[in-house]
C-alpha cells in the first residue's frame, strides 16, 4: 500500500462528513478508511472510491490521520497503534524520537513517511492526552466540527500543536476547505465553543420546529411551515454575519412600534427563551467539562 494523504479511524456521522468533502479536494484514492466494524469502512469507501483497511494501515500508510472515535475508546485504540507510530519516525530518522519527532534533517521521501499529523475530534480530549495516549509529542490538530459540514456549511473549531508546521496547517485546511467556515481558537475556549457550534445544530432543530408547530397551529400546511423556518433561519444568520450588526439591531429594525413582530418578542420573552438557549449551552460544556 503506497503513502495516502488522509485516513480515518472510526466511519460515524461526523468521520464521514469530513471525508466526503476532503474528496472534493483530493483524489479518494488517496484517502484510507477503516473502522471497528469493517464493513462500514468497506461500504463508505465503496461509495466514494476510497480505500479501506485497518487502523495499523492507516497510522502505517497516511500522512493525516483523522481520529474519529468516541472519547471513552480513544486510549484503548491508540494504545495498540504507539509502536507504529514511533517506528514511522524511527525507521525515516534516527535522531527522531517520540519525544522530539521533529528533530534530524530528512530527506524528502523520508519526511513524506515521517510526517505524519493526528487530527482529533473527541470531545473533552485535549492535545496533550491525545499525545499521551498516542505515545508521543506527535503533532496533533484539535478540531470540533458540526454535522452541517456534510452539506459544506458547517463551523469547525481547530487549535494545534507546537509540533504541526505551517506547512501542514496549509495541507489540513485545503482537506478542510469544503466542509465550511473554519476557524483556530485557543485550545482553553474550544470546550466552550463547541457546546455553542457543535451542538447547536440540535437547538436550532428544535427552534424550526417549534416555529413550524405555530405556523401550523395558524393553519400553513407542515411542509410550508418547515421551508419557511429553515429559510428564515438562513437568511436571518447570513444577514448577522454579512453586515457585521449586532442581533440586538437587527431585532429592533423588526419590531415596529404597537406591531406583530414585537408581540411574538415579548411572547418568546415571556416563555423564557434566552435564558433556555443559555443553560442549554452551559449544560452542554459542564457536561464536556466532565468527559
Same mark, same amino acid.
Given at each position: 500500500?503506497?503513502? !495516502? ?22 483524489? =479518494? ?33 497516511? *500522512? @493525516? ?5 468516541? =472519547? ?7 494504545? =495498540? ?7 514511522? @519516525?524511527? *525507521?525515516?530518522?534516527?535522531? !527522531? ?5 521533529? &528533530? ?29 495516549? $498516542? ?10 466540527? *458540526? ?47 463547541? $457546546? ?13 420546529? $417549534? ?9 400553513? =400546511? ?7 423556518? !429553515?429559510?428564515?433561519?438562513?437568511? &436571518? &444568520? ?14 429592533? $429594525? ?28 452551559? &449544560?452542554? @460544556? ?6
Amino acid at each position: 500500500m503506497s503513502i !495516502c494523504e488522509l485516513g480515518l479511524i472510526g466511519c460515524g456521522n461526523m468521520g464521514s462528513a469530513i471525508v466526503r468533502a476532503a474528496v472534493k479536494k483530493i483524489a =479518494p484514492s488517496k484517502v484510507l478508511l477503516a473502522n471497528r466494524t469493517a464493513a462500514k469502512a468497506e461500504v463508505l469507501a465503496a461509495e466514494l472510491g476510497c480505500q479501506s483497511g485497518n487502523n495499523e494501515d492507516v497510522v502505517t500508510f497516511c *500522512n @493525516y490521520i483523522f481520529l474519529g472515535v468516541k =472519547p471513552g475508546m480513544m486510549e484503548d485504540m491508540l494504545k =495498540p497503534l504507539q509502536g507504529i507510530l514511533r517506528e514511522r @519516525y524511527a *525507521n525515516a530518522c534516527p535522531s !527522531c524520537t517520540s519525544e522530539n519527532p521533529a &528533530a534530524g534533517k530528512l530527506t524528502q521521501p523520508e519526511k513524506q513517511m515521517a510526517s505524519f499529523v493526528l487530527v482529533t475530534m473527541a470531545a473533552g480530549l485535549s492535545i496533550a492526552e491525545i499525545q499521551r495516549m $498516542a505515545g508521543g509529542a506527535y503533532p496533533v490538530i484539535r478540531i470540533m466540527p *458540526n454535522t452541517p459540514v456534510s452539506i459544506g456549511k458547517g463551523m469547525t473549531l481547530a487549535c494545534a500543536s507546537p509540533e504541526v508546521t505551517e506547512e501542514q496547517l496549509r495541507e489540513f485546511e485545503a482537506f478542510m476547505a469544503e466542509t465550511g467556515r473554519l476557524d483556530y481558537i485557543p485550545e482553553h475556549l474550544i470546550d466552550a465553543a463547541s $457546546a455553542l457550534s457543535g451542538c447547536g445544530p440540535a437547538y436550532v432543530y428544535l427552534f424550526i420546529e $417549534a416555529l413550524s408547530d405555530g405556523a401550523v397551529e395558524c393553519g400553513l =400546511p407542515r411542509q410550508k411551515a418547515i421551508e419557511y423556518a !429553515c429559510q428564515t433561519l438562513i437568511g &436571518a &444568520a447570513s444577514l448577522v454575519l454579512e453586515s457585521g450588526s449586532h442581533p440586538g439591531t437587527l431585532k429592533d $429594525a423588526v419590531c415596529s412600534p404597537g406591531g406583530t413582530t414585537i408581540a411574538g418578542v415579548h411572547a418568546l420573552e415571556r416563555g423564557g427563551l434566552r435564558c433556555a438557549a443559555m443553560d442549554a449551552v452551559k &449544560a452542554a @460544556y459542564d457536561k464536556t467539562c466532565e468527559l
